[in-house]
């Protein structure tokens, strides 16, 4: 037997295992996510996640670059946190678990990004390089927790670790019928790529999230046009894998119909509930 059929029968073993959440009836259209994600046991993909932020606020810590609680900037981002995190549970249920966290790190970095277990860390680089708008930041936000809910590391791994293993290894797993969590984490998911595919779905589902937290999704556009003056044309260097900036903001405007009532509606409530939102 060789390389290639132990591992298309390690894959297909794992399609009846793929039991996402109904779709949302209105909003974004998603597929259900990867079955190989479930090589890597999210349980721990999301310990090593949370020891890689803490070692992370430690070294930005002893730089005197986290933003302190009652930070202006900090505050302002975990209120658009808490207003996203709420509608995170509709694309996985896993994050109702999740112990959440924000933080700001005052670095030069156009940078973000969201680890499995809802890990958040935004530089400085990004929110006030660019002045991003609350709306703008409510994007960048929901695009980088969308990473997570769709659990876009754990495939990214099981992928990358299957090209690795060799058939014999490969084959003592099939032969002993364990193929669940056969994988660990391994790396740092701070610079661990993602492909085009999951870039396009974070941008997708971000989108609807911001919507839903009563943030403009039309902001999608202005952010990449912001991105690609700073970056002249070209994508930022955390997003090296994503498509053009052109190509980016083609899909979100495709996307706006899909999302737009609901960021309507949701701001039609707030009206009628004398929330004002900013």
């Not at 969201?114 to 935004?122: D, F, S, T, W, Y």
């Not at 999951?198 to 937290?213: M, N, P």
């Given at each position: 037997m060789n390389r290639g059929t132990i591992i298309?029968?390690?894959?297909c073993s794992f399609l009846p295992l793929a039991h996402a959440a109904p779709e949302p009836r209105e909003g974004v259209k998603v597929g259900q996510p990867s079955a190989m994600r479930k090589l890597v046991p999210a349980e721990g993909l999301e310990r090593q996640a949370t020891q890689e932020f803490s070692q992370l606020k430690q070294q930005a810590a002893a730089k005197k670059a986290l933003a302190p609680d009652d930070h202006p900037q900090m505050r302002r981002l975990r209120q658009i946190a808490a207003r996203i995190i709420p509608h995170a549970a509709r694309f996985n249920a896993r994050a109702q678990q999740w112990q959440w966290e924000v933080v700001l790190i005052g670095a030069?970095?156009?940078?973000?990004?969201?680890?499995?277990?809802?890990?958040?860390?935004?530089?400085?680089?990004?929110?006030?390089?660019?002045?991003?708008?609350?709306?703008?930041?409510?994007?960048?936000?929901?695009?980088?927790?969308?990473?997570?809910?769709?659990?876009?590391?754990?495939?990214?791994?099981?992928?990358?670790?299957?090209?690795?293993?060799?058939?014999?290894?490969?084959?003592?797993?099939v032969g002993g019928g364990k193929y669940s969590g056969v994988f660990s984490a391994g790396g740092q998911l701070m610079t661990?790529?993602?492909?085009?595919?999951?870039?396009?779905?974070?941008?997708?589902?971000?989108?609807?999230?911001?919507?839903?937290?009563?943030?403009?999704?039309?902001?999608?556009?202005?952010?990449?046009?912001?991105m690609m003056s700073a970056n002249k044309g070209a994508p930022p260097q955390w997003l090296s894998t994503h498509p053009s900036g052109n190509n980016r903001i083609e899909e979100i405007e495709r996307h706006l119909p899909d999302v737009m009532p609901i960021y309507e509606r949701t701001k039609s409530q707030s009206r009628q509930d004398g929330v004002v939102q900013r």
């Open positions: 298309a029968l390690v894959v030069q970095q156009v940078n973000a990004f969201c680890m499995p277990g809802g890990k958040i860390a935004v530089f400085s680089g990004l929110l006030l390089g660019l002045q991003l708008t609350d709306d703008e930041a409510a994007v960048v936000m929901g695009h980088e927790i969308a990473h997570a809910l769709r659990e876009h590391a754990r495939e990214r791994i099981a992928k990358t670790e299957l090209t690795r293993l060799g058939a014999s290894l490969l084959s003592e797993f661990l790529k993602f492909s085009r595919d999951d870039e396009t779905e974070a941008d997708t589902v971000g989108l609807e999230l911001a919507a839903r937290a009563g943030y403009d999704p039309r902001a999608g556009v202005t952010l990449w046009k912001k």
